[in-house]
């Protein structure tokens, strides 16, 4: 009877009680969702063009972080560091589309999902046989102290972490609407066979899909780095971003923002909340529970493509 | 098709030649310490100096002094990642090498410990775990093989409540105050809860406890709760890797005031306040040796060991405190040998024999001189009942640039824990039908 | 030459319908059993025993209960970590509230526990099917590490939440536990369960309801239609799925660490397990093992074979080798052959058939 009161009705009077608490939980939840939603995207975009779960996004995150702060470190101005990272990870999605992704075309998904937790292994070592594997500062100059408006505490870098998502998902946006490589990419993630009936070359789609995942992965890793610290840690972020994916559907963008918001709140709130009475730290699963008990509900997610099966 | 066949013959043949017996120590004369580390790996940034720091150690003991009483040292890495299983592959790979087997274990994890322990107790190898590990294994007649010397977790909550107290103005002074423990919620984590829980029955304070779920990358909610809604006087950390750094930041980011945040000797590294930077000045934490590169064995490992090109790591780590923890293991047991030669003579040694150095230890301030460590951290003196030796944890502030002691050594409160952890490894022998040997 | 049918004649149904139906096979499986149960307890040290050995079984059962659910019923799950934890707790709670059950009878109890946990956490596979699942069966896993957690019961109320495994015998004096246990009893009596069950699973899949997860697999649509029922097989594979996990689990904490937490069974032992299925051949019982094997010997040899090259003092570098070639075998076997080891091990036994003739 206590145990049914305080998880249904005692949280819900905490909320009341001190309703400026409630929104700064709510607002922070909001905005590390937004930092989720920058992981995730990289997943979705790989996933709507070429059908692969790409297990190294969150390897892809750090092996960019990595030479970023590397290049920092080394002395160089930012932007050139921004660039010649670009062109790294350019090197690398030609270098997995030649390797892994060539050779195992047709092959079933799970096969090729496979193939993405080889190329983890593999990036996780190269990175760090590079760049060795000590924690790394990364300042972009981003200030860092909370900011009151209106009596709330919200997170500076937070703040900034959201707009910078924002204008990338709006310049992706314009990517695959205005340009024809964007619309190509469409293309291909609607229908492989039609698009190479009209002539899309498959293998440089992908090459592009897999190098626009690289920078969306690379502005993750820095936004994440300079949240944590750019280490091996970095790459478990990925596993944050699945429950967002599921939520949102794999093949959206706007559900990989909206699952990211929705799954950022709610941990928040569910743990501030709720936490005392399940024990603490339920950080972990309710994530998953959530995007679990979404699912029952629609089974391809919030914003998926409606799964048809055919006999 | 040929050309693949090949391949996959000249592959299956490298990993068969991998598969053969490594090559076998042509020293007879030299004792063999095992060296289990974790240079990658999700905690590798944190095991690196650790790393270095007893690497370097035990070749200043070699360069300088030629061996332990001219026996000299043959250690050898193994990475364990911070995994259990690698951990005990290691164990099992390492325990019989070198003339004599291991002379010592140290598993720098927990977790690896705790697995290790039953092992090390039917292959007679002595486990010591340094400051981490099962506390109540300080209790000799149950566990005679492992020692925590200098100071064990529970020892260390009430030597960091008494500093809280000090700053309040006195232990009656702890009444009705509110202290917080930001906590890795695993094994290691939990360990000081019930001394905690027991101080705060002693005096009065308010104890509320805050699990982070590992790895620890997601505090906010956690820092909003601590920072906005419970606003603790003190709060207390048992994080480890990424958690610390990440706990430091959200710590700033909800404006908890760092003078009143302590972490345990795990949680004040530079790797931890280091991703923070200017916002972790203030940061306190716990340790039991000193932090810098100021002492007379520092002078000694740059000259006979980094300037003779021996170095482990990089020169301008040396100092940092996980460095002088690892420096601080590969001493005791360095130490510990020569106490074994004592009395089994200068000669490579097994590792029943070293245990017995071990227990006899006796880390007097004067030999802590001698060894160019003098105040660097509390004599020790370990006995047949007594593994633990000391207990003694001072707390150092970070100010931006180096680690600055803010108190005296303080002593823990033996009273409390002793009986607690008699009590669990009574309990423990209980459950695995061990007899406690007598201690007469 | 070596190994045709020529001259192999079934007079029976039943002998038609073994599992291993040419004579070859069975004499070469009878060899690889005496090499197991006696060649390598006599010859091999203790290290390759408790090391490499016994892990290796023990994973091999994990896997084989992973690739029933996913390799054979199509359900992709990523769960296995906390229903391999589900068994080591259940099989605590029960030999030390009840210290006179048999070893054995805690190990068949804890893994029906396991089983049942499995059940309801398959309940929303009727839902959600594909990647979708597996990550639902993550919410499993992280809620049943945090349960083990969380709860003290589970772990006896002890302060720091790890459980050691009693001394417990398999007859009379013989412990296959604690640390009285030798090297030798516990890798015989791991062996001994895993060979046991094994055979169940090969069976198992040979039966009704093999064929029934098999159809669920490649079409369930299909398979509803012409009347299999897919609640209820669905749940069986995810019961006797986790029934194999939950022992493997109990295994491993009680036969190979003695001592083990929660966070001993997270989600990189889930991964792990996934990619020894992938790599060994899903819906293939050798296949499990090959793939255990594959997992569990590479980084071991590889290590071995990079501290041989004289890597011994540069540690890392050697760690970060060993993923990069990890990483790079495994997309090499997978372009070489994307459907397992055990695939490639059906076709060196065609080829075999032939040989030395070329057709």
Partial sequence: METLSAVLVEPFVAIAEAPMFFFEVLIGGLLSGVMYALVALGFVLIFKASGVFNFAQGAMVLFAALFFVGFIDLGWPIWLSLIVTILVMILLALAIERVVLRPLVNQDPIILFMATIGITFFLDGFGQTLWGSDVRRLDIGIPEDPLIIAGLYINQFDIYAAVICGLLVLGLALFFQYTPTGRALRAVADDHQAAMSIGIPLNVIWAIVWTVAGIVGLVAGIMWGAKLGVQFNLALIALKALPVLILGGFTSVPGAIVGGLIIGAGEKVAEVFWGEVLGGAIEDWFAYMLAMVFLLFRPQGLFGEKIIERV | ?????????????????????????????????????????????????????????????????????????????????????????????????????????????????????????????????????????????????????????????????????????????????????????????????????????????????????????????????????????????????????????????????MERFIGNWWSGSENDVMPAGDTAVGYKSANFHGAGATWPVHQDIFKHVYDAGKGAGKRERVGEVLYNRGVTNAMIVVEAIRTAQEIHGNKPLTGWQVRDGFENLNLSAERLAELGLADFMQPIRLSCEDHEGGGSVYVQQWDGKEWKRVSDWIPPMRDVVWPMIKESALAYAKEKGITPRSCA | ?????????????????????????????????????????????????????????????????????????????????????????????????????????????????????????????????????????????????????KVPWFTNYSASGVISAPPLAIWGETYVTGFEATPRAKYLFALSIVTVMALAAKNMTRLKIGRAWRAIRDMDIAAEIMGIRPLATKLSAFAVSSFYCGVAGALWAFAYTGAVEALAFDINVSFRILFMIIIGGLGSILGSFLGAAFIVLLPIFLNNALLAMGMAEAVALASHLEFMIMGALIIFFLIVEPHGLARLWQIGKEKLRKWPFPY
């Fill in chain 2, 1 to 257: 098709m040929v050309n693949r066949r090949q391949t996959l013959g000249l592959a299956a043949g490298a990993i068969a030649f991998g598969a053969m017996p490594l090559r076998l120590y042509a020293q007879e004369n030299a004792q063999f310490i095992p060296s289990l580390v974790y240079r990658t790996g999700p905690y590798g940034p944190n095991g690196e100096p650790f790393a270095n720091g007893a690497a370097d150690y035990y070749t200043l003991i070699n360069e300088r002094d030629g061996g332990i009483n001219g026996v000299e040292i043959v250690f050898e890495e193994c990475d364990t990642q911070y995994n259990n299983d690698k951990g005990v592959e290691c164990y099992e790979r390492l325990k019989n090498k070198g003339p004599t087997g291991a002379a010592a274990f140290s598993p720098l994890s927990t977790g690896i410990t705790y697995a290790l322990i039953e092992r090390a107790r039917a292959d007679k190898i002595p486990i010591f775990s340094m400051g981490y590990g099962r506390t109540d294994a300080s209790y000799g007649p149950v566990f005679p093989h492992v020692f925590t010397a200098p100071a064990t977790y529970w020892s260390q909550a009430t030597s960091l409540i008494q500093y809280v107290a000090a700053q309040e103005g006195g232990l009656e002074a702890l009444k009705g105050k509110k202290i917080a423990l930001v906590y890795h919620d695993s094994a290691y984590g939990k360990e000081p809860i019930r001394t905690l829980e027991a101080l705060s029955e002693m005096f009065g304070y308010k104890l509320s406890l805050f699990p982070v779920a590992h790895p620890g990358l997601e505090q906010k909610a956690t820092w909003l709760k601590v920072g906005r809604q419970v606003r603790p006087d003190w709060v207390l950390m048992w994080g480890w890797g990424v958690m610390n750094s990440t706990a430091i930041k959200e710590a700033a980011a909800v404006g908890f005031p």
């Fill in chain 3, 1 to 149: 030459m070596i190994y045709r049918e020529t001259g192999q004649f079934k007079t029976s149904y039943g002998a038609d319908q073994a599992i291993f139906p040419i004579a070859q096979d069975r004499i070469g499986m009878l060899i690889i059993m005496a090499l197991a149960f006696v060649a390598i307890p006599l010859t091999a040290s203790d290290y390759w025993l408790t090391t490499i050995l016994l892990p290796l079984v023990i994973y091999g059962l994990a896997a084989l209960g992973l690739n029933i659910l996913t390799g054979y019923a199509g359900q992709l799950s990523l769960g296995t970590g906390g229903f391999m934890a589900c068994g080591a707790f259940a099989a605590y709670k029960l030999s030390t509230a009840f210290p006179e059950l048999h070893v054995l009878v805690v190990f068949a109890l804890s893994g029906l526990i396991t089983a049942a946990v499995g059940m309801l956490f398959g309940l929303p596979s009727l839902r959600i099917k594909g990647f979708y699942l597996a990550v639902a069966t993550l919410a499993a896993q992280f809620f049943l590490l945090w349960l083990f957690n």
